[in-house]
C-alpha cells in the first residue's frame, strides 16, 4: 500500500507540474547530462502527452527550424520550459521574390552553375534537367554561384534509395551529391528547393516530368514527336521554348552548348525560363546567323513546315 501510495503522489506531482501544457506549445530544453547534454537550449514543440510527465517532443535545428527526418525525443517536464521563440516558418506569398539567387550544380555539364527559376505560384526554385546517356545524373546546389555556400546531402550518393539529411549553405559539399534518374536516358526531371522565410533551404526534392498513361501515349502519337530528340532547330530550348536575342548584364554568363564564358553584354539567344543560353558561335554552327543579328531575328520563328518543337541540344 505504502508503494502504491507513493507511486500515486508522484503521479500527481508529475501532472501538477505539467499543468498548462499542451500540443504544440514551443519548449526549450534543459538539465540534461551525458550523452544527451548537447541538447540543452534546442527549441522544440511538444507533440503528445505521455505517463508520468513525459512528453514527445519534435526539437528543432539551431536556427528554430524543423528537421528534414524530424527528431522525436522523450523529455519529462523537469528537461523543458516553455518558450515564446517561434518556429521558423516556410516561404510565404507575402515575402514576394526571394533576394538571394540560387545555382544548380551537375554531372549533365561538368558542374557549371546554373541559374534556378523562381516558380511564383508554388514557391520554390526550381530546374528542368534531362538524364544522359547513363540515365542517371547528380547535382549539389549553391548559393550566390559560391561552392563555398553548397547546399547538399550529408552522403554521397544520395537519393530514393539512400537515407539522407539537408545541410548548408556551408562549404562541407565536396562530394556529396543527389543522385537522380532510374536508367532512362532522356527522361525529364524538375529538381525543386523550398525556403524557409529566411530565404535558407527547407527541403530539396526532384520528381520525373515524364507523361503516364492516356498522356504518354498521346505524345508518342502526336505528329513530330521523335523531332524533339533531334537538333534540328536551333531556336528552341530542350524544354521547346522560343530563344530571343538578350544581352547579359553580368559577365557570369556561360553557353549552354560548349560551357563557354560569355563577357557582360555580348549577343545570346536565350531562354530565361529554363536559363539556357546559346553563344554567338554556337548559333553560328547551328544555323549559320549571328545570335544577335538580323539572321536571329528571322530565324526565332519555327520553319513553316515544322510538325513540333525541336531541341537544340543539352
Same mark, same amino acid.
Given at each position: ?33 551525458? /550523452? ?21 517532443? !519534435? +526539437?528543432? !535545428?539551431?536556427?528554430?527550424? &524543423?528537421?528534414?527526418?524530424? /527528431?522525436?525525443?522523450? +523529455?519529462?517536464?523537469?528537461? @523543458? ?29 561538368? @558542374? ?8 511564383? !505560384? ?23 554561384? !559560391? ?17 539522407? *539529411? +539537408? ?8 562530394? &556529396? ?11 525529364? @526531371? ?44 536551333? /531556336? ?9 536575342? @538578350? ?25 530565361? /525560363?529554363? *536559363? ?39
Amino acid at each position: 500500500p505504502g508503494a502504491t501510495s507513493a507511486l500515486v503522489a508522484s503521479d500527481a506531482a508529475a501532472d501538477a507540474e505539467g499543468a498548462g501544457l499542451a500540443v504544440g506549445c514551443r519548449v526549450v530544453v534543459k538539465g540534461l547530462t551525458d /550523452r544527451q547534454a548537447h541538447l540543452n537550449g534546442v527549441t522544440g514543440s511538444l507533440v503528445e502527452r505521455k505517463w508520468k510527465g513525459n512528453w514527445i517532443v !519534435d +526539437l528543432d !535545428d539551431a536556427d528554430g527550424k &524543423k528537421r528534414r527526418l524530424r /527528431r522525436r525525443w522523450l +523529455l519529462n517536464v523537469k528537461n @523543458f520550459d516553455i518558450t515564446e521563440k517561434p518556429e521558423v516558418k516556410k516561404y510565404h506569398t507575402e515575402l514576394g521574390r526571394p533576394k538571394k539567387q540560387y545555382f544548380i550544380v551537375g554531372t549533365w555539364n561538368e @558542374f557549371v552553375p546554373r541559374r534556378m527559376v523562381w516558380d511564383a !505560384d508554388r514557391l520554390l526554385w526550381t530546374f528542368e534537367l534531362r538524364m544522359g546517356s547513363a540515365g542517371m545524373e547528380q547535382f549539389q546546389i549553391w548559393l550566390e554561384r !559560391d561552392r563555398r555556400q553548397s547546399v547538399h546531402p550529408d552522403t554521397t550518393n544520395a537519393g530514393s534509395y539512400v537515407p539522407w *539529411d +539537408l545541410q548548408g549553405p556551408d562549404d562541407q559539399g565536396e562530394k &556529396k551529391l543527389w543522385s537522380v534518374g532510374d536508367g532512362k536516358p532522356g527522361e525529364r @526531371f524538375e529538381v525543386r528547393l523550398r525556403l524557409w522565410e529566411d530565404e535558407m533551404p527547407q527541403s530539396v526534392e526532384w520528381a520525373s516530368l515524364a507523361p503516364t498513361g492516356a498522356a504518354a501515349e498521346s505524345e508518342a502519337a502526336a505528329p513530330g514527336a521523335k523531332a524533339k530528340d533531334k537538333p534540328a532547330n536551333p /531556336r528552341c530550348c530542350p524544354a521547346g521554348h522560343e530563344l530571343k536575342p @538578350f544581352r547579359p548584364p553580368v559577365a557570369d554568363y556561360s553557353c549552354s552548348l560548349c560551357q563557354s564564358k560569355v563577357p557582360k553584354g555580348a549577343n545570346l539567344l536565350s531562354c530565361r /525560363r529554363c *536559363d539556357y543560353d546559346v553563344c554567338e558561335a554556337c548559333a553560328d554552327k547551328v544555323a549559320g546567323g549571328p545570335a544577335g543579328g538580323p539572321a536571329a531575328e528571322s530565324a526565332a520563328q519555327p520553319p513553316a513546315a515544322a510538325t513540333g518543337p525541336v531541341v537544340l541540344g543539352e
